[in-house]
């Protein structure tokens, strides 16, 4: 600071000097003027306030502002290049898409590589005892990633009666933190997550001001392979119309799965992946036909 006030002390000594050397016209006269406002004790305060706007500014730098803070048609953006994945896993769980996109958009504001400081993996920021419970063998496989983040949500909202904020508050906290009533210990999180919902769904939903979201039952039976797909433990049966099947061909409705193909067809998933050459992670598209021979 000190060398910063020589500096403009010398700033000013030179305005002193152009006033005695430059003959008198009207640039010498605001030279002039510059120079007698420009004392001592204001440049030290003009430094200091320029100190803490760039003060200000690298803490603005550092936080972010939050990936919530984004534009909605930015985060839907972000969201399309995994909408396959959010897509499938909310179906199969019953957690509204735009709720999964929200909670991604606050964890890793969607870098599928991010890793916190606890071990916290990909998209959702599993933690590795929330990756083990939920089969996600790997943390930084979107596929894997989505649905083990999405069933735990699911799972939440059915033990916290449908209630969001309390669901996304224990998803940060951890279920023994966050009571069925009482004050939530992370209102700021949740906050933020219900920012970025709103911004999905088109809504001006508040962590103060949310609704209950209906949630269906979860019946889902663990994995009982050690060599599984991302999605073997979903158990979501579907009954396909003739349009969609027939002995050798099959069209994939939007929110597929090879497993759910395999329950509508009974084809083994090893064959569809074998005579479709599905590469990994075995991802299909709504509209494609598959080959059941």
């Known amino acids: 600071m000190e060398k910063k006030l020589s500096v403009a002390l010398s700033i000013a000594m030179l305005f002193a000097i152009v006033i005695m050397v430059v003959p008198s016209s009207p640039v010498h006269a605001t030279a002039k003027q510059v120079a007698q406002s420009y004392t001592p004790q204001k440049a030290a305060k003009s430094l200091k306030s320029r100190s803490?706007?760039?003060k200000k500014r690298r803490i603005a730098r550092r936080g972010g502002g939050g990936c919530q803070t984004l534009s909605g048609s930015t985060l839907q953006q972000k969201a399309s290049a995994y909408q396959q994945a959010i897509h499938s896993a909310a179906s199969q769980h019953g957690v509204s898409k735009n709720l999964i996109k929200a909670v991604i958009t606050i964890e890793s504001c969607f870098k599928s590589?991010?890793?916190?400081?606890a071990g916290e993996k990909g998209l959702m920021q599993l933690m590795p005892g929330t990756a083990r419970r939920f089969n996600v063998r790997d943390g930084y496989n979107v596929w894997q990633n989505v649905n083990g983040g999405a069933r735990y949500l699911g799972l939440l909202l059915q033990r916290y009666d449908g209630?969001?904020?309390r669901a996304v508050a224990a998803y940060n906290a951890g279920e023994g933190n966050v009571r069925k009533a009482g004050g939530i210990p992370?209102?700021?999180?949740?906050?933020?997550?219900?920012?970025?919902?709103?911004?999905?769904?088109g809504t001006k939903e508040s962590a103060l001001a949310f609704q209950k979201q209906v949630v269906r039952p979860l019946q889902v039976a663990p994995a009982t392979s050690g060599k599984v797909l991302p999605w073997a433990d979903l158990n979501t049966v579907k009954v396909a119309s003739k349009a969609v099947?027939?002995?050798?061909?099959?069209?994939v409705q939007p929110g597929?799965?090879?497993?759910?193909?395999?329950r509508v067809t009974g084809v083994p998933v090893p064959e569809i992946i074998r005579l479709n050459q599905l590469p990994a992670p075995h991802g299909i598209k709504a509209g494609q036909v598959l080959r059941l021979r």
């Open 52 to 54: 803490r706007s760039v």
């Open 113 to 117: 590589k991010a890793r916190g400081a």
């Open 163 to 165: 209630n969001t904020r």
């Open 186 to 201: 992370n209102p700021a999180y949740v906050g933020k997550v219900m920012q970025a919902y709103g911004k999905f769904s």
């Open 245 to 251: 099947v027939s002995a050798e061909r099959y069209k």
């Open 256 to 262: 597929d799965t090879v497993y759910q193909v395999m």
